[in-house]
Nanobody
Framework: HVQLVESGGGSVQPGGSLRLSCAAS????????MNWVRQAPGNDCELVST???????YTADSVKGRFSISHDNTRNTMYLQMNRLKPEDTAVYYC???????????????????????WGQGTQVTVS
């Protein structure tokens, strides 16, 4: 069956780094764009970054220059390298597989659950 499993979250001080991973199984990884979505306390939500088969296609301005998305199709895994973390990066980070959704770029809202084919369970990132 289909699974997206995030890992790598945790607590870190401002200025620190974390690398999130999203391991996919049960579907053809390279057939989908892969996305990182985060939901902060108070329900503030944001599409953080999207990567297609050819490479990154979107990174939110709020993280540009600090976060980078990548994938390894041989391992069916997507990554989010997060550097120079700030307290406002505190959120639950979800990976999601689906189509590229430009209408959500730059928005302070997230795609709804049914706009992506598959979602992970989320991993908590706390910066304080």
């Amino acid at each position: 069956h289909v699974q997206l499993v995030e890992s790598g979250g945790g607590s870190v001080q401002p200025g620190g780094s974390l690398r999130l991973s999203c391991a996919a199984s049960g579907f053809t990884f390279s057939d989908y764009s892969m996305n990182w979505v985060r939901q902060a306390p108070g329900n503030d939500c944001e599409l953080v970054s999207t990567i297609a088969s050819e490479g990154p296609v979107y990174t939110a301005d709020s993280v540009k220059g600090r976060f980078s998305i990548s994938h390894d199709n041989t391992r069916n895994t997507m990554y989010l390298q997060m550097n120079r973390l700030k307290p406002e990066d505190t959120a639950v980070y979800y990976c999601a597989a689906g189509s590229i959704l430009p209408r959500w770029w730059g928005q302070r809202q997230c795609p709804s659950f049914d706009e992506y084919a598959y979602w992970g369970q989320g991993t908590q990132v706390t910066v304080s």
